[in-house]
């Protein structure tokens, strides 16, 4: 149903910080829960952060603090601002959406993120 392509992954050092984007397609952006989640190696995939069409926020309390989630629905794009990043914070992150309707949800391809120490 929405197409997902996050953007904004990359290799930071501890204590820095990295914004993620995901660009919405094939849908109405509107009407969609946003999240993102992340999966480390040989861990469980995880919600991080999740904002409602209505824009509710709720945050990992491993996160808490440090990472912000926001959304532009004239750009139909979920961004997530992370700063004070740890070593713990590695992992892939994936965006997603779901239809408040249908509770069809996307996925996106998933970026990495790697903070050294």
Do not use: H
């Not at 989640?37 to 440090?66: C, F, M, N, W």
């Amino acid at each position: 149903q929405v197409q997902l392509v996050e953007s904004g992954g990359g290799l930071v050092q501890a204590g820095g910080s990295l914004r993620l984007s995901c660009a919405a397609s094939g849908g109405i952006f509107s009407i969609n829960d946003m999240g993102w989640y992340r999966q480390a190696p040989g861990k469980q995939r995880e919600l991080v952060a999740r904002i409602t069409s209505g824009g509710s926020t709720v945050y990992a309390d491993s996160v808490k603090g440090r990472f912000t989630i926001s959304r532009d629905n004239a750009k139909s794009t979920v961004y997530m601002q992370m700063n004070s990043l740890k070593p713990e914070d590695t992992a892939v992150y994936y965006c997603n959406a779901e239809n408040r309707f249908t509770k069809y949800k996307s996925w996106g391809q998933g970026t990495q993120v790697t903070v050294s120490s």
